[in-house]
């Protein structure tokens, strides 16, 4: 092939600027219809988060940078690979979360979905989200009304691996003995979690 | 197990590619029409497909598709000549003798020329998304280029 001075072949290989808006209008719409999964990064008080959802609900919020391409990676091949960027999608989740870090909401309403959690995990995961807004438990409890009252350690691990922070409030189970616990997203933003809370009550 | 990529990063990483041979294939406008038909096609059709597979060539064969039934449709609707249709609703750009010139060439010979400059397809890749031997997809981009040389 001749070299790219050939001035026909410059133009033809002329960037598309144009080419990024249709592809934005494409995933929105596929959000809509078509595609299976779609994501956000949505910036918070807390730091950007990444937010996932399918018809069913939500199925991620993850603090980031978390490895973003991961997360997708993983989820295309246990879901599917019909994922699309769409932060139009994700407004019912988008709105709650922000109304909450306002502390204009006390409980989340746009639905989950829970189509992965199962076992004990899901159990786990149940008992934390009925944890009342501004309320501690302590892990031991948890694992009482996941069905096992000795399995606190494993009730930890269970919250560990929560795929819904904040909407699943697992900052709000500590030890028994007053000691704040564990965070996935760093002990810092269970405090602010837990700060946000004690000030809106 | 593998599989294909979440579909946003095929999109991301194809789309300017698509953009640019659709552009040169119906017009700006008719354009954006067929990027969307292209990629929804793509996405349905998309859990389905062999994660070996070449993602560009495969969306390009798709956006051919898409091109051929736009311009089939138009050719009904207008019997005039295709490239003077093209030519006429583009807007005048800095380039625009180049792709007034593309727009008079024949369909097949349009096509090679854009897959290869346009979306940076090889002939054998031409070949399949245009659906011809490769030879048959040298000969269309060999003449495809002659005639855009002599007319500029």
């Given at each position: 092939m001749s070299p790219t001075t050939d001035p026909i072949e410059t133009a033809l290989r002329s960037p598309a600027s144009e080419a990024k808006s249709a592809a934005r209008r494409f995933a929105d719409r596929a959000a809509q219809r078509g595609a299976d999964l779609f994501y956000a990064q949505e910036a918070?008080?807390?730091?950007?988060?990444?937010?996932?959802?399918g018809r069913?609900?939500?199925?991620?919020?993850?603090?980031?940078?978390?490895?973003?391409?991961?997360?997708?990676?993983?989820?295309?091949?246990?879901?599917?690979p019909r994922i699309v960027e769409s932060p139009a999608a994700l407004d019912p989740w988008r709105r709650e979360l922000s109304e909450y870090f306002d502390g204009a909401r006390r409980r989340f309403e746009a639905p989950i979905?829970?189509?992965?959690?199962?076992?004990?995990?899901?159990?786990?995961?149940?008992?934390?989200?009925?944890?009342?807004?501004?309320?501690?438990?302590s892990y031991k409890t948890?694992?009482?009304?996941?069905?096992?009252?000795?399995?606190?350690?494993?009730?930890?691990?269970?919250?560990?691996?929560?795929?819904?922070?904040?909407?699943?409030?697992?900052?709000?189970?500590?030890?028994?003995?007053?000691?704040?616990?564990?965070?996935?997203?760093?002990?810092?933003?269970?405090?602010?979690?837990?700060?946000?809370?004690?000030?809106?009550? | 197990m593998a599989s294909v990529p979440p579909f946003q990063q095929t999109l991301e990483a194809h789309a300017d590619a698509v953009?640019?041979?659709?552009?040169?294939?119906?017009?700006?406008?008719?354009?954006?029409?067929?990027?969307?038909?292209?990629?929804?096609?793509?996405?349905r059709a998309y859990p389905r497909l062999d994660p070996d597979s070449n993602l560009r060539a495969w969306l390009l064969t798709i956006a051919h598709r898409k091109a051929i039934d736009h311009l089939r449709r138009r050719r009904r609707g207008q019997p005039e000549q295709l490239g003077d249709e093209i030519e006429a609703e583009r807007e005048p750009e800095s380039d625009g003798a180049i792709w007034g010139s593309v727009a008079m060439l024949p369909p097949?010979?349009?096509?090679?020329?854009?897959?290869?400059?346009?979306?940076?397809?090889?002939?054998?890749?031409?070949?399949?998304?245009?659906?011809?031997?490769?030879?048959?997809?040298?000969?269309?981009?060999?003449?495809g280029l002659k005639r855009l040389r002599e007319t500029l």
């Open positions: 918070s008080p807390l730091g950007e988060l990444l937010l996932v959802a069913r609900g939500l199925i991620v919020l993850r603090y980031t940078p978390t490895d973003v391409d991961a997360t997708l990676v993983e989820l295309a091949e246990r879901r599917s979905d829970w189509q992965d959690l199962a076992g004990f995990r899901r159990r786990v995961l149940a008992a934390t989200a009925a944890i009342p807004y501004g309320e501690l438990e948890v694992a009482t009304k996941a069905g096992s009252p000795k399995a606190a350690r494993a009730a930890g691990n269970a919250l560990g691996s929560n795929p819904l922070a904040i909407v699943i409030p697992c900052h709000r189970v500590r030890h028994a003995s007053g000691g704040l616990g564990g965070y996935t997203g760093g002990l810092e933003r269970k405090r602010r979690l837990l700060a946000i809370e004690s000030d809106a009550g | 953009w640019r041979y659709l552009r040169g294939m119906v017009g700006g406008e008719a354009a954006e029409d067929c990027f969307q038909e292209t990629f929804l096609a793509a996405l097949r010979q349009r096509a090679a020329v854009l897959l290869r400059y346009g979306a940076d397809l090889r002939h054998r890749e031409i070949a399949v998304a245009i659906g011809c031997s490769e030879e048959a997809a040298r000969r269309s981009l060999h003449e």
